[in-house]
């Protein structure tokens, strides 16, 4: 079964999380494309209302807009994370899927849930925001910031009981987050390269010839980066 890794803490996040974009394609100028709708605009292809207003609302706590560099919803990674949902990897297309399972075994043995990613976000989501409402008197996006932060730091360190087939909800959500973060834009997030631009990733340009230069080490890189499509920020 291929899974990916969905147990890195947050802290790691912005210190490692740019290790997993290597990309490898030619890069070339194309037209300007059409810009995407607003994001108050986007009609989820996976999520029913209740749960977009979750990770519309968790997503911008995991990468708030008030750092250094751009949040996630400017980046847009809920867009990245619903067509994931929507697609292969949300219903584990690609996966082996069949059992026998063993939820409650060490994570170190993997994959353990006979549901789809997409199934345990929707599983976590109720079970949270019930959670939520027993503890904070309203759903998770509801919450003020403060509230929702503490929130997710009991998910994160399993004060929220959930049944144990749903016990990768906060990596899966953690894990999609940063690679709607620093994705190629062609898959939904890094509007603009914002989160390349923020780190000096350079992105899928072809050539680097002109900066192989011994006497340019050290030196930040200042061209930019370049998407999978061709477009330059």
Not at 20 to 32: D, Q
Request: negative net charge; proline residues 9%; aromatic residues 12%.
């Amino acid at each position: 079964m291929s899974t990916r890794d969905f147990r890195t803490t947050r802290r790691q996040f912005l210190t490692g999380g740019a290790a997993g974009a290597a990309l490898s394609t030619v890069a070339r100028p194309l037209a300007a494309q059409e810009p995407p709708v607003p994001l108050e605009q986007y009609r989820a292809e996976y999520f029913n209302a209740a749960e977009w207003a979750f990770i519309m609302a968790a997503t911008a706590r995991l990468i708030p807009a008030d750092g250094d560099g751009p949040g996630a919803l400017e980046t847009r990674v809920p867009v990245f994370i619903d067509r994931e949902m929507a697609g292969e990897f949300g219903q584990a297309a690609t996966w082996y899927m069949e059992g026998p399972y063993q939820p409650d075994a060490a994570p170190l043995f993997g994959y353990q849930s006979p549901l789809t990613p997409a199934e345990v976000y929707r599983g976590g989501i109720s079970a949270f925001n019930d959670w939520c409402e027993r503890h904070h008197d309203a759903a998770f996006a509801d919450l003020d910031a403060d509230a929702q932060d503490e929130a997710l730091s009991a998910l994160d360190s399993g004060e929220v009981p959930l049944e144990p087939e749903l016990r990768d909800f906060f990596d899966l959500l953690l894990q999609n987050t940063k690679e709607g973060y620093f994705a190629d834009p062609k898959h939904g997030g890094n509007h603009e390269m914002a989160s390349w631009v923020y780190i000096g990733f350079p992105g899928a340009r072809a050539s680097f010839l002109e900066w192989t230069d011994p006497s340019k080490d050290n030196v930040p890189y200042p061209l930019g980066p370049v998407s999978i499509a061709g477009e330059r920020a």
